[in-house]
């Protein structure tokens, strides 16, 4: 069974950064391209980056310049640095394969507020 655990989340105030960590089980890690995804209250989930095993990235247009994703295959883990935050960056974060074929985490909320 495959699942992903995420962390990292709180309160911050906007310009602050946090760094999301993801623990994948199961031995999909090093097989699947893996995506952070984020959900903020009456949106649709939305994928904000994605890394293939390469390293490659890709990230949508509203974070891309502030949110860098990483992955360390060794620890099936992957991560988000967010910088620069931004309100409407709120939201609960998500790790998954990317497109994602497995059960939701149970996310880790991000707030940016003053």
């Known amino acids: 069974q495959v699942q992903f655990v995420e962390s990292g989340g709180g309160l911050v105030q906007p310009g602050g950064s946090l760094r999301l960590s993801c623990a994948a089980s199961?031995?999909?890690?090093?097989?699947?391209?893996m995506g952070w995804y984020r959900q903020a209250p009456g949106k649709q989930r939305e994928l904000v980056a994605r890394?293939?095993?390469?390293?490659?990235?890709n990230y949508a247009n509203s974070v891309k310049g502030r949110f860098t994703i990483s992955r360390n295959n060794a620890k099936n883990t992957v991560y988000l640095q967010m910088n620069s935050l931004k309100p409407e960056d709120t939201a609960v974060y998500f790790c998954?394969?990317?497109?994602?074929?497995?059960?939701w985490g149970q996310g880790t909320q991000v707030t940016v507020s003053s």
């Open positions: 199961g031995s999909i890690f090093s097989i699947y391209a």
């Open positions: 998954a394969t990317a497109p994602n074929f497995y059960s």
């Open positions: 890394i293939v095993n390469d390293g490659t990235a």
